[in-house]
């Protein structure tokens, strides 16, 4: 019975520390998927993070803190993609700069307005997304096994949680059975056929991009708006790398990206559960070695091992329209 | 096009359009500094009169550009090549393995000037080598170098944290960070070349002989690329690798030389905060050099000559930042991220922003040069 308790502690906090990589994750698979890499998620989501936690402080509005965090982290998004797109920048170059930007100034801003060290006040219950309880959850807390995943697994995470995991279906319907789904996977693999069929690359790209900036913002909005009360200076600490890695694990596809996300969420979860405590036949097994596991997973799957990830053809190439 | 365009001069094209979008970064920057309710203009004095306003200032600007021109060189090199080194960070980070380790075994034993060059060597190799594997992947397995070499940042950071926190504490100590380096392993301070200029540096201001280094690494990085068959090999590989490799060059070696070199260059910075400053490995000692790097390499396009001063001009913000702080609160250390980030976007994103403007402005003033281009197209 105390087995039970524990394996579901765990996938508890393993749906928990999932959530943000699962958005910023399925974030990255519109603009790639469209050919714009995006390396600038981490500060997408630092930027929504912020921009949410300060406007729910503000207006002391959970609600209206997901939108401003949305809107900010759009106006980024755009930002990349007026580089990226319009400019034919470096993408890359482009995300680099994206990231510093959100770094300095979410800590800047944050001591100038409200001059707690980089932190926003502290939110009350009412302008956070508190934990939802599913219908019967309590009734069936009593029933083993069953009710206890129901009760424990899958029922008492916030609103944005069900969302992130609802947007894997939502994605793979729109990328897969909408017409906006196959362009945006053909301006990805060849932008010059779509171009040829009359439709503009850049307005497909920007949309794509838009989508991203939507995701890092509920993505961020749930590490500030849920999983903590309030934004802590660099509170996105490497997660939109490790989204991007779980992306490339995924090989660009919806479903196997929330696999990805939630193993690396596991791995995080376990980590944080065995810190200190001896396992069998390895011994102690450093934080550290179970900090970097994802990094250094994401690194042999690149390397070839685990089958190989072929990203979108046109992926990291501005569209020069031939003249 | 339509409107009318000149091929612009070599000082437009080199010298005007990274200087308006170094001036349009700093603008942005500006706005952020009038929305934090500061004066901009009060604030960009008080930063440069930080910087070079005494000697002490100077000094300590040079000491952190010495950080950066290593980074910066770094990052160039790779991107003559083609690839984006992002990894500078997590390659000084591990070559502060190397250069420790060669310090705390001979630091009671050799003079200064015998552990240096073994921690240069050092550094380097471990630099060198963190860069190798994803140099390595990306040339052979075709693994995209920008995402191998972040996680390689990383797993960098895990592993000296691991180290830090365990096999290189001394036993009993408290804060993560090796002993104290005996004087075998302590670089002189140099700042006594800035006194025939009339300035005055106290001794303990860490600007230190690394700096020196830097500007010779600065020179050897130009022989390599201009001036030698392998730079002449990286350079193709960068401008086109089909060419590169139907003129016979290796791929996989051109690659793996370069990132190597690269990562050399990065491992090297570590020298500079280490035997130069704190006289210990302490967690976290790069704080940031690594990107920094990114921005500097890009300002300066990518040449020697152009990245010493662009890692000067970054030295300049830090030491005029920490200043800046201490005068207006609102404006901590993290403004400099800002602008570091505005720089890469401007000068590297953006780097065509100005450049259509700025050529019909040209062919606005001398009808002449729209028509040398015409012709220069035409042969």
Redesign the interface.
């Known amino acids: 019975m105390e087995f039970v308790d524990t394996l579901i502690n765990i996938g508890n906090s393993t749906i928990r520390v999932s959530v943000p990589l699962l958005l910023a994750c399925l974030a990255g698979l519109y603009s790639e998927r469209s050919g714009v890499f995006d390396?600038g998620l981490e500060g997408k989501m630092l930027a929504g993070a912020f921009a949410g936690a300060a406007a729910a402080a503000v207006f002391q509005s959970a609600w209206i803190g997901l939108g401003i965090g949305m809107l900010i982290s759009v106006m980024l998004s755009l930002?990349h993609g007026?580089?990226?797109i319009t400019?034919?920048?470096?993408?890359?170059?482009?995300g680099?700069?994206?990231?510093?930007?959100?770094?300095?100034?979410t800590?800047?801003?944050g001591?100038?307005w409200f001059n707690q060290g980089g932190r926003t006040p502290s939110l009350p219950p009412e302008a956070r997304f508190g934990s939802i309880t599913l219908p019967g959850a309590d009734a069936l807390r009593d029933v083993p096994v069953i009710g206890q995943l129901y009760s424990g697994l899958l029922s008492g995470h916030s609103l944005l949680a069900y969302v992130a995991f609802l947007a894997v279906p939502f994605t793979w319907w729109v990328l897969f059975r909408t017409r906006f789904g196959l362009r945006l996977r053909a301006v990805g693999e060849n932008p010059a056929a779509v171009d040829t069929a009359g439709i503009s690359v850049a307005w497909l790209r920007y949309r794509a991009v838009i989508c991203t900036g939507i995701l890092t913002g509920i993505a961020g909005c749930y590490m500030a708006l849920s999983q903590n009360a309030g934004f802590v200076k660099d509170m996105t600490a490497?997660r939109g790398?490790i989204a991007?890695?779980a992306l490339?694990f995924a090989k660009w596809k919806p479903v196997p990206a929330m696999f990805a996300c939630l193993l690396f969420g596991f791995l995080d979860a376990l980590a944080i559960r065995l810190q200190g405590t001896p396992l069998p036949l390895v011994g102690k097994v450093?934080v550290?070695?179970m900090?970097?596991l994802p990094?250094?997973l994401?690194?042999i799957l690149?390397?070839?091992f685990i089958g190989k990830a072929i990203?979108p053809r046109a992926g990291g190439v501005p569209y020069v329209k031939e003249r | 096009m339509s409107t009318p365009y000149a091929k612009l001069p070599g000082w437009a094209d080199y010298g005007l359009i990274p200087l308006i979008n170094l001036l349009v970064a700093f603008a942005v920057a500006g706005l952020?500094v009038l929305?934090?309710?500061e004066n901009p203009f009060h604030a960009a004095v008080i930063l440069v009169d930080g910087a070079f306003g005494s000697g002490q200032g100077i000094a300590y600007t040079l000491y952190y550009a010495t950080n950066f021109i290593f980074t910066g060189l770094a990052v160039a090199v790779a991107f003559h090549c083609g690839l984006?080194n992002?990894g500078g960070e997590g390659q000084a980070y591990i070559a502060g393995l190397g250069v420790g380790v060669v310090c705390l075994a001979f630091d009671h034993v050799l003079p200064w000037w015998l552990t240096f060059p073994v921690a240069i060597l050092a550094a380097a190799a471990v630099g060198a080598l963190w860069a190798l594997?994803p140099a390595y992947?990306q040339a052979r397995?075709?693994?995209?170098i920008?995402?191998?070499t972040?996680?390689?940042n990383?797993?960098a950071a895990?592993?000296m944290?691991?180290l830090l926190v365990?096999p290189l504490k001394p036993r009993g100590a408290m804060a993560p960070q090796t002993r104290q380096l005996a004087e075998g392993a302590q670089l002189p301070k140099i700042g006594f070349l800035l006194e025939p200029f009339g300035l005055t540096v106290r001794p303990s201001v860490p600007f230190n002989l690394s700096f020196i280094l830097a500007l010779v690494m600065a020179v050897v990085v130009w022989a390599i690329i201009w001036r030698t068959k392998l730079g002449y090999e990286i350079r193709t590989y960068g401008f086109s690798p089909k060419a590169a490799r139907y003129a016979g060059i290796s791929e996989t070696r051109i690659i793996i030389i370069t990132m190597m070199i690269s990562g050399a260059l990065a491992g090297m910075m570590a020298l500079n905060p280490i035997m130069g400053d704190q006289h210990n490995v302490s967690l976290d000692f790069v704080s940031g050099a690594g990107?920094v790097g990114?921005a500097v390499a890009?300002m300066g396009r990518s040449h020697p000559a152009g990245i010493v001063p662009a890692a000067i001009l970054f030295g300049m913000l830090y030491q005029g930042g920490a200043e800046l702080a201490f005068e207006m609160p609102?404006?901590?250390r993290?403004?400099?991220?800002?602008?570091?980030?505005?720089v890469?976007?401007f000068a590297?994103?953006?780097?065509?922003?100005f450049r259509p403007t700025v050529q019909t402005i040209f062919a606005s003033l001398s009808p002449r040069s729209v028509s040398m281009a015409a012709k220069g197209e035409r042969a």
Not at chain 2, 141 to 144: L, Y
Not at chain 2, 334 to 342: A, H, S, T
């Open positions: 390396i930002v007026f580089a990226s400019h034919r920048g470096n993408q890359i170059v482009s680099v700069a994206i990231n510093f930007i959100a770094a300095g100034s800590i800047i801003l001591q100038a490497g790398y991007l890695a490339i450093p550290q070695l900090q970097a990094y250094i994401t690194v690149l390397a070839g990203p | 952020v929305l934090v309710g984006f992002i594997i992947l397995r075709g693994s995209h920008v995402i191998t972040i996680m390689f990383f797993i895990s592993a944290v691991y365990g990107f990114i890009l609102a404006i901590s993290d403004m400099i991220v800002i602008i570091q980030g505005l890469i976007l590297g994103a953006l780097e065509h922003l």
